[in-house]
C-alpha cells in the first residue's frame, strides 16, 4: 500500500467512526504495538475505536474492501503475542476499548450481556450489584476484556469449579469477516440446532471474527468463603490432598492452587511487604479455597475437618485458615504476585501447560532432574492451578547469570524437554495461554496434523482472504 492508498483509507476510517478514534501518528500508537510481556512490538497502518457493533461491521467491510488485515485487541494483556501487529506496517489494530457496556443483568435468567471492551473486574461487580456471581478470576481482571478472555478461553482461579471462559458463555454477538453482524446472544442452556457456532470463536484468538458482546452465565453469591494455606512435603501428598477435599468438599471447592517454595521466596524477595503466614521449610504450599451455600460457621467447621485429615495422615506439614476477607486476599495476593515477581527477577522461560492430575507427581519429579540437568544452576518456578491440571512450569536464569542471555540461548532446549515430557504424559503446551504467534511452532510440532487440516478448514471457509489477525493460532501449511 503506498502513501495515498494508506491516506485514503484512513480517511475512510475516520469519515466512520470520527477523527478522534483513529490513530495513526506512531506516538498515539505505541501503548498499542506491544504485548504485555514485552516479547513483540510491531507496526500498525492505524488503530480503530468503533463503538458499537455495527461501527466494527462497517470496518471489516471497509478492510476487505481495501485487503486490510485486522488485529483485534482488548486489555492487551496477552500472553502469547494474539493481539500484537506484525512488524509489516500494513495491519489496522482494531480496538474494542470503548465498547464497555453492560447491557443487560437477569437474575431470573442467571445471565449478564456485556460488550467485549467491558473489563473482567466490572463485569464482576455488574453481577455482585444484583446479588449475583460472575466466578471467572485472574491476576489480570482490573485490565483484561471479556472480548480477549473469551478469545483466548481463559482460565484463572475457579476452573476447578465452574470452569473457563467457554464453560460461562452461553452466547455471542459476532462480527464475521464478511463484516455482517451475527447476533447469537442466548442465554439458553439448551440448544440443540445444529453447529454450535458459538464455540468456534470462543479461543479463536479473533482468527474467525470479532467478538462484540457475551452472554455471561451467572452464579448465586456464596453465604461464606474460607482459604487455607498449607505446607505439604511433596507434590503427590498435594495430590493426595486435592482428592480428599473434592470427596469432602464436593461442589464447594472452588480454588486449589500448587505454589513451589522458591516461588514463594521470590514473592518475598520482591515485595517484602507481603506477609506469608507459614514458614517457608516445605518444599511445597497449597492455597485452598471453599465456597459455602449455608454459613460461615459451616464452611469454617468442613474446612477444618479437611485439614485435620490431612495432618492426621502425614500429608501436611503446616497450615493456617484466614479469619476474615482481610487474611484470605493477603494469602491470595501471594499466589497473584508470583509473576510479577518473576518478571522483576528478569526475563525465564515459560510454560503453560495441562496435564492429567494422576500425572503431575511424577512429571514434576522426573522433569525437574532433566531440566536442572541441562541447565546447571537454573531455578525452577513451579504455581498453578493444581485442581484442573495446569501448571505454570517456568526457568528463572542461575543466579548471576544474564536472564536474557539465558533465555536467548536455551529456550528452543528447555521447551522440547518440558514440552515433551507433557506430550508423553497426556498433556497439552499450552493450558489456558492459547496460541497466539509465540507458540505455533509447538502447535506444529505437538497437534494432530488431522486436528490441524481441519483447523486450516475452517478458516478457509470464514476467512477466505485471510485478513483476520493472520499469523496467529493457525499455522500455514509446510512447502
Known amino acids: 500500500m503506498n502513501a495515498s492508498e494508506k491516506s485514503r483509507f484512513v480517511e475512510a476510517l475516520r469519515a466512520l467512526l470520527g477523527a478522534r478514534h483513529v490513530l495513526d501518528d506512531p506516538a498515539d500508537l505505541a501503548p498499542f504495538l506491544t504485548d504485555w510481556r514485552g516479547r513483540y512490538t510491531g507496526a500498525a497502518l ?23 488485515p485486522i488485529v483485534p485487541q482488548g486489555g492487551n494483556t496477552g500472553l502469547v503475542g494474539g493481539a500484537t501487529p506484525d512488524a509489516s506496517g500494513v495491519e ?29 473486574l466490572e463485569a464482576q461487580r455488574a453481577a455482585q450489584a444484583h446479588g449475583m456471581l ?3 478470576s485472574l491476576a489480570a481482571e482490573g485490565s483484561a476484556t471479556v472480548g480477549g478472555v473469551l478469545s483466548t478461553n481463559a482460565g484463572g482461579t475457579a476452573v476447578l469449579r465452574y470452569g473457563n471462559a467457554r464453560a460461562l458463555c452461553l ?40 467478538i462484540t458482546a457475551a452472554t455471561l452465565q451467572l452464579f448465586p453469591q456464596p453465604a461464606a468463603q474460607r482459604t487455607a494455606l498449607a505446607s505439604v512435603p511433596r507434590v503427590g501428598d498435594a495430590v493426595e490432598l486435592l482428592r480428599r477435599a473434592r470427596a469432602l468438599l464436593d461442589a464447594g471447592l472452588t480454588g486449589f492452587e500448587l505454589m513451589s517454595t522458591h516461588s514463594l521466596q521470590l514473592v518475598a524477595q520482591h515485595y517484602p511487604g507481603l506477609r506469608h503466614p507459614l514458614a517457608l521449610a516445605a518444599p511445597w504450599c497449597v492455597l485452598l479455597e471453599l465456597s459455602d451455600s449455608e454459613s460461615e460457621l459451616h464452611a469454617q467447621a468442613r474446612l477444618e475437618a479437611l485439614l485435620a485429615d490431612a495432618l492426621d495422615a502425614g500429608l501436611l506439614t503446616d497450615c493456617v485458615v484466614a479469619q476474615d476477607v482481610a487474611q484470605a486476599r493477603s494469602i491470595w495476593a501471594l499466589r497473584e504476585h508470583i509473576p510479577l515477581a518473576q518478571a522483576r527477577e528478569g526475563l525465564n522461560i515459560k510454560h503453560d501447560i495441562a496435564l492429567p492430575i494422576s500425572a503431575i507427581a511424577a512429571f514434576v519429579e522426573a522433569t ?6 541441562a541447565f546447571p544452576g537454573a531455578r525452577l518456578v513451579i504455581f498453578g ?18 536472564p536474557a542471555q539465558f533465555l536467548a540461548r536455551h529456550q528452543d532446549a528447555c521447551h522440547r524437554i518440558v514440552h515433551d515430557a507433557a506430550a508423553a504424559n497426556g498433556g497439552s503446551f499450552s493450558a489456558e495461554h492459547g496460541v ?10 505437538y497437534k494432530d496434523p488431522v486436528a490441524l487440516d481441519m483447523m486450516r478448514a475452517v478458516k478457509a471457509a470464514l476467512d477466505p482472504c485471510g485478513l483476520m489477525n493472520p499469523g496467529k493460532v493457525v499455522p500455514p501449511v509446510d512447502r
Open 436 to 445: 497466539g504467534r509465540l507458540k505455533l511452532s509447538e502447535l506444529r510440532r
Open 92 to 120: 489496522l489494530v482494531l480496538s474494542l476499548r470503548r465498547m464497555q457496556a453492560v447491557r443487560d443483568v437477569s437474575v431470573a435468567d442467571a445471565a449478564m450481556v456485556v460488550e467485549a471492551g467491558c473489563v473482567l
Open 171 to 210: 452466547g455471542l454477538e459476532v462480527v464475521t469477516p464478511a463484516g455482517v453482524v451475527w447476533n447469537g446472544l442466548s442465554s439458553l442452556r439448551k440448544d440443540n440446532t445444529g453447529y454450535d457456532l458459538r464455540d468456534l470463536f470462543i479461543g479463536a484468538e479473533g482468527t474467525l471474527g470479532i
Open 368 to 373: 525437574a532432574e532433566l531440566v536442572t540437568q
Open 385 to 402: 492451578h493444581l485442581g484442573d491440571g495446569n501448571l505454570h512450569y517456568n526457568v528463572q536464569a542461575p543466579p548471576g547469570v544474564s
Open 134 to 136: 460472575f466466578p471467572l
Open 46 to 68: 492505524a488503530l480503530a475505536r468503533p463503538a458499537d457493533a455495527a461501527q466494527v461491521a462497517q470496518v471489516v467491510q471497509l478492510c476487505q474492501m481495501h485487503r486490510i
